[in-house]
């Protein structure tokens, strides 16, 4: 059954005035193109959109009530405030004081989404959670997924991005964590953060707890696992990873892709388990053992739940397989790019028992002034492990000398396409990545045509 939402509340915890009666609504909306009948209406403005101007379109597919930073005539209750934004925080930490069940934050450069639905998955049999809306992570996105937290559920589980320094420090102060998740850092917003170590400490930020209970989960395998364990005030550091000691060791990993399958073995506490995961992806047992840490740490015992790991519904464009007509292979992982997440999706490529082995890479972006060195280190590790190196964008230009004549940089995405169906043979696996303003999503959509 959904939750209903009295909007006086809301208007009362955003700081907002009321014009109209009280009514309630079914949920939260801040994009007219997912509206649903019944939401409140957030008119937020930004740099590139004005969201006031989109309140006709909202009222017309059934919203309930508009936030608004301005008075206007309205067919629905009107909630008016100085800053739409500001409401969102504002109602997002109240509703954050007001929840009294445990509250998860996940951070790192690669594997948040992932790890999220994870937890999720794995919890689902025996609690009720709440927990980030797809990827929405930042300063906008955090508190509009905190919008619709209330005392129906047992837990939250969210997401903490970040951009710039400090990020993650004014995210935490808002989702306050119980239990904190790292897990890992790799390049990835450079042109924002400058370096791998400034990555490190603005992650790890996210192990500053408000009271001495918290727990932080960390990857063993990172180099910078003892500095986040000797910086955190944490109750407990619960490790995970790969390497021995671990709290939470993976001692191996097979991938099946005829079934969609990653299966591990899991050591801990002189225990061994068997683990069988939906979806492929040799890092995602890494993945998995953190988030049964992060169980743990909520006093499941794996057995428990281990078996919920089965019925994990990963992310789309994440390692999401698709048989082509002719039986070759795509895998569309064309969700977003960094250079480590590129890395491991090669690695389970390479597993896939495919002949034939096609990349098609989008650029890497903001990478700042290490782009055209992170790009050609790519084509090196891929040049010992495909085929044909097939891109789209001008980082791209160094590294595909190393493949000869199979490596190409394209012009437009229906160039590359066309050629990807000239070389398609029967045993072929293709993977599709690239970062997400790069829209390889299309390139793997047209791909999946043939």
């Not at 280190?377 to 789209?392: G, H, M, P, Q, W």
Request: charged share 25%; glycine share 8%; aromatic share 8%.
């Amino acid at each position: 059954m959904l939750s209903k939402f009295n909007i006086s509340e809301i208007a009362n915890k955003g700081k907002a005035e009321l014009h109209g009666k009280s009514v309630e609504v079914n949920g939260f909306s801040i994009d007219t193109r997912t509206l649903l009948n019944g939401d409140l209406y957030i008119a937020l403005k930004g740099k590139n959109f004005n969201g006031t101007d989109f309140i006709n379109e909202a009222i017309t597919k059934g919203a309930n009530a508009i936030v608004a930073d301005h008075y206007f005539e309205s067919k629905v209750p009107l909630l008016v405030v100085d800053n739409t934004e500001a409401f969102l925080k504002n109602l997002a930490i109240m509703n954050r004081l007001a929840f009294e069940g445990p509250v998860i934050g996940i951070t790192g450069s690669n594997g948040k989404t992932s790890s999220k639905e994870i937890v999720a998955s794995l919890l689902s049999s025996k609690k009720k959670c709440h927990k980030t809306i797809g990827n929405k992570n930042n300063q906008i996105g955090l508190p509009f997924s905190l919008a619709d937290l209330d005392s129906s559920y047992d837990c939250s589980i969210l997401e903490l991005g970040t951009s710039f320094p400090g990020e993650i420090g004014v995210l935490s102060a808002i989702a306050k964590p119980d239990i904190a998740l790292i897990t890992n850092v790799f390049e990835s917003h450079l042109s924002g953060l400058g370096s791998l170590e400034l990555i490190a400490k603005e992650k790890g930020d996210i192990g500053c707890f408000e009271n001495d209970k918290g727990v932080l989960v960390l990857n063993k395998d990172s180099r910078y696992f003892d500095f986040w364990g000797n910086t955190t005030n944490a109750n407990k550091v619960i490790s995970f990873g790969t390497k021995e000691g671990c709290d939470f060791q993976v001692l191996s990993t097979d991938v099946d892709f005829n079934k969609n399958l990653t299966s591990f073995v899991l050591a801990h506490q002189y225990k061994e388990f068997k683990c069988t995961m939906n979806g492929v992806g040799l890092h995602n047992s890494v993945n998995a053992a953190g988030a049964l840490a992060v169980c743990s740490a909520m006093g499941l015992a794996l057995d428990e739940i281990i078996d919920n790991l089965e019925r994990i519904e990963l992310p789309q464009r994440r390692l999401s397989l698709f048989r082509m007509s002719n039986g070759s292979l795509l895998i569309d992982d064309s969700y977003n790019a960094n250079p480590e997440s590129v890395k491991q999706s090669i690695d389970t490529m390479c597993v896939s028992g495919m002949n034939k082995k096609i990349v098609v890479l989008g650029e890497m972006r903001e990478l700042g002034n290490d782009a055209a060195k992170l790009h050609k280190e790519i084509s090196e590790y891929a040049k010992t492990r495909v085929d044909n190196f097939l891109c789209l964008g001008g980082s791209w230009q160094e590294g595909v000398k190393l493949f000869g004549e199979k490596g190409i940089v394209f012009s437009s995405q229906e160039e590359l396409v066309d050629h990807v169906s000239s070389i398609l043979e029967t045993d072929t696996v293709i993977l599709v990545k690239g970062s997400r303003s790069t829209r390889m999503d299309i390139v793997a959509d047209k791909l999946k045509e043939f």
